[in-house]
Every structure is written in C-alpha cells, then in structure tokens.
C-alpha cells in the first residue's frame, strides 16, 4: 500500500509537465495560424496513448501465464507479474527524458541565449555518427568553361552594386546592446482574465474528469443493483432505474472506439475548426454544448435497441470532440506560469470532480435518480458556459 502511494505521489509530482509541454509548444510556433495544428499534437499523442496502452499492459502483464514458453515459472516474472509493463512505462519514460534533454530547444527569454549542454551533445553525437557519411558523399568540383566564368563574374558586379552604396552612405553608429527582460511580478500577472480562464479550466476539468470516470459505471451496473422498481413509485420524469447492464467486453468496445474518434479529430477536424472560426469562439461554443450532451446522457437508456446503441455512441462521440476542442482552445490561452497554475488547478478539480460525482451516482443509485450526477455535470457546465461570455480574445 504504501508502495502505490508514493508511486502515485511521484506521478502527482511529475504532472505538471503537461503545463510545461503546452507552453513549449506555444512558444515554439511562431505564427498564429499555426498554434491550433500544433496544440492538437500534445491531445492527439496522449489519445494515442490511451488507445495503445491499455491493451499493450494487458498483453505484457502475467507474462508467464501468457507467454509459459518464453517465461519461467521459476522467475521473477511469476514473483511480480506485473513487473514487465511497468519496465516498458519506466524505459518509454526515460527515453522521453532523453528526448527532452537532447533536442528540446529552451523558449524561456531569460535563458534562451545561454548555451545550452543538451543541445550541444547531441550536434556532437550527431557530428561523431555523420562524419564518415559526409567524406564519402562530398561534392566534386569542375572546371567552368569561360562563358559560365564571365557570367559569374557579372552578377557578382550588379550583387556588389548597393553593398558599396550602402558603405558610402553616412548613417550613425550604433552600438548594439541587450537588454535582458525583466520578468514581471506574479500579482501582476494575474489578471481578472487570467482569473476567469483559470476558473473556466477548472469547470471543463472537473466535469469532463468526472463523466469520464462515472460513465463506464453508468454503463456497467447491472439492473439488480438498482432500486427494484416495485417499490419505487416514479413521481417526475426524472426518477427511473433503467440501466444498460453492459459487459466489460463492450464497454471496452464502446470506449476504444471514442479514443479512434478523438484521435482522427484532433489530427484534421479539430485544427481546421480552431484555425477557421477561433479558439475563444470555438470554445465557447462547445461550452455550451455539454450541458445538454450530459444532461440528455441518462435518459438514453430509454431507448429501444439499436437506437439505445446508436444514441450512447454518439453522445460519447460528441463528448470527446468537445472535450479535445476545448483543451486544445484553453492550451492557447495560457503561457509560462499561468500555464503552470491552470494545470494545478486543473489537477485539483480531477481530485475532487470523481469523488463528488461518485458520492452523487451512489445516492442515485439507492434513491431512484440514477442520472443525478450527470444532471448535477450539466449544472457545472452550464456554469461553465455562462462564464466563458466574460473572456477576452487578447490575439
């Protein structure tokens, strides 16, 4: 137990890193029409990654259950089953530090002038593995004839032309001088915009987290858990105990088709919307969206088979666009510490959004109102939508 917590805490230390890939990749892309295409990469890879994990830890786990021709039974395979996909997490995480290390270029102003070790050893490695390539692949020089030579000759004169103009002109010397930024206090940098867009992350995190967590619970409790409908007398068209009962097997069916969808739409439909109509008013607009998309969720169950199949496929296909949509919209929001600060904050409302939500399905559950903690989601996110009208386009 006390093995999972520090491991957990070492993950809750290294998080903030997300914070520090988004202001990276802001501060990397120079032109403004491009910050939607390249924010969308950080989404994508990460849905490529839940697609991919889950099934390749399932393949490497019990290895000698799986593989017995390959792992002894007498080994430290069969003492830690578990052992080998967290080898391969702990040498995809130092190969990305690695990564990191050598080819990440610093974008802070204070220190992008300073030179810069990692840099620097991998042009030497680079140097050392391209060497003998470039002597072998040299380019060999000829005589010209004297036409091309007089022709090198003349442009070289007419290229030569307003360089001399330009020495002979009088122009008043200057000397160069750096100044180095000073960076501004952090009361300042806080602002009553920065403030809200904080708070407008909070909300999206917290609900969107919370649907996450509480929906593939919604989709597989089984319809004794639920209060048997003899003894509930339906008062509002809100009170109702009719579930899915899904199968583990077709909740992971369900749930690996939203991350094929995410994944396709963040690396073309998701770009072009932000690109075509704006982050602020795309974001806007799916703000507004998810208070209905949660609260019409628990009454797709209402729905005749294959209509009920259909239906949930497409909320959960809306949900995960929207949700990258906007994700990918706040990422160009923040920059440096503010950036930092709204993935704290961030981290914080993925604390308590689950545990709220969870407290809220379980009363549903025993009092007749199985959609209360998607309901109680749409309030936040209906908060959520009005207060994304006090944010500021600064671009």
């Known amino acids: ?106 974008t802070h102003p204070q220190l992008v002038n300073k030179p810069d ?11 050392l593995f391209t060497r003998n390539f470039r002597k072998h692949n040299c380019a060999r020089y000829s005589r010209l004839d004297q036409a091309e030579e007089d022709g090198i000759e003349l442009r070289m004169e007419t290229e030569a032309e307003p360089e001399q103009e330009a020495i002979q002109a009088p122009c008043a010397i200057t000397t160069p001088h750096k100044t180095k930024p000073t960076e501004k206090p952090l009361s300042k940098a806080f602002t009553l915009q920065v403030i809200l867009q904080v708070i407008s992350v909070f909300l999206l995190a917290f609900h969107k987290v919370s649907s996450d967590i509480i929906t593939p619970i919604f989709l597989a409790i089984p319809a004794k858990t639920t209060k048997p409908a003899d003894n509930l007398v339906e008062r509002n068209i809100f009170q109702f105990t009719d579930v899915f009962g899904f199968s583990s097997q077709k909740i992971g069916f369900i749930l690996l088709t939203q991350a094929g969808v995410a994944i396709i739409a963040q690396s073309t439909l998701i770009p072009w919307i932000v690109g075509r109509f704006g982050a602020l008013k795309c974001y806007r607009m799916i703000l507004c969206i998810f208070p209905v998309a949660y609260l019409f969720t628990p009454f797709l ?30 990422a160009i929001f923040f920059l440096a510490r503010i950036n930092g600060v ?13 545990l709220i939500s969870g ?37």
């Open 301 to 330: 169950v209402k729905l005749k088979s294959p209509f009920s199949i259909i239906a949930l496929l497409f909320d959960l296909w809306v949900k995960v666009l929207l949700s990258s949509t906007g994700y990918i919209c706040s």
């Open 342 to 354: 709204a993935a704290s904050f961030g981290c914080l409302a993925r604390s308590i959004g689950p």
């Open 1 to 106: 137990m006390v093995a999972i917590a520090l491991s957990r805490a070492l993950g809750g230390l290294t998080n903030p890193n997300v914070g520090v890939v988004q202001t990276c990749v802001g501060e990397l892309v120079e032109r403004k029409e491009q910050q939607a295409k390249a924010f969308s990469v950080v989404p994508f890879l990460r849905s490529l990654g839940t697609l991919l994990g889950p099934p390749l830890g399932g393949l490497l786990a019990d290895p000698v259950k799986l593989y017995p021709n390959v792992f002894q039974e007498k080994s430290i395979w069969k003492s830690f089953p578990y052992l080998l996909p967290n080898l391969l997490v702990g040498v995809l995480s130092f190969s990305g530090m690695v990564l990191g290390l050598l080819l990440l270029q610093e």
């Open 117 to 127: 070790i990692g840099i620097r050893t991998y042009l030497a490695f680079k140097y």
């Open 359 to 395: 407290r809220l399905f379980k009363w549903g559950i025993q009092e007749g109102y199985i959609g209360i903690a998607f309901w109680t989601l749409s309030t936040v996110a209906f908060i959520g939508a009005l207060e994304s009208f006090f944010l500021l386009d600064h671009a």
